[in-house]
């Protein structure tokens, strides 16, 4: 089985994985982060959306393989508990989530769109986190969120 030297929110981790197993698996599984999340299993849901070398991807299928010496970076890396990210605590501010189960991705996504487009309309907001499902219908909560932390006045 092959070793990867993965940098995962800034610290460099040795995992012993196959080349095709998922990247979602090797976070989970090996390194006990639990900001991604197993949702659909065919990268729709964006439950398991982290950044590799600061772009979303979908971790239930990208290969560990693909990631190459990749930066990755999940929920756990955009900030903690004790400090959020500005993103992070605008989700908290606007009770964004319902079940949470979304969150992961919704975030993930909307750090990415932030980071190309820092002032995005209400309705860039709403293409840029389209391929993110919510069951729980927060979707409203969801875009203040992100226009709170783009410093953009509330709208939805």
């Known amino acids: 089985m092959p070793r990867y030297a993965l940098k995962v929110n800034g610290a460099t981790k040795a995992v012993d994985a196959d080349a095709d197993t998922p990247l979602l698996y090797v976070l989970r599984d090996d390194l006990e982060l639990r900001g991604p999340r197993f949702g659909c ?63 992961n991705g919704m975030i993930m996504q909307a750090a990415d769109l932030l980071k190309k487009n820092p002032k995005p309309s209400e309705q ?14 927060t979707h409203k909560r969801i875009i203040r969120a992100v226009q709170r932390a783009s410093d953009q006045p509330v709208t939805a």
């Open 41 to 103: 299993g065919l990268g729709q849901c964006g439950s398991c959306t982290v950044h590799v070398n600061g772009a979303a991807v979908r971790s239930c299928v990208t290969p560990v393989s693909a990631v190459g010496r990749g930066a990755i970076t999940t929920l756990e890396g955009l900030g903690s508990s004790a400090r959020p990210s500005k993103l992070q605590q605008a989700f908290i501010d606007e009770q964004a989530a319902q079940c949470g189960y979304c969150i």
């Open 124 to 137: 860039q907001i709403r293409e840029g986190l389209a391929m993110n499902l919510c069951r729980c219908g």
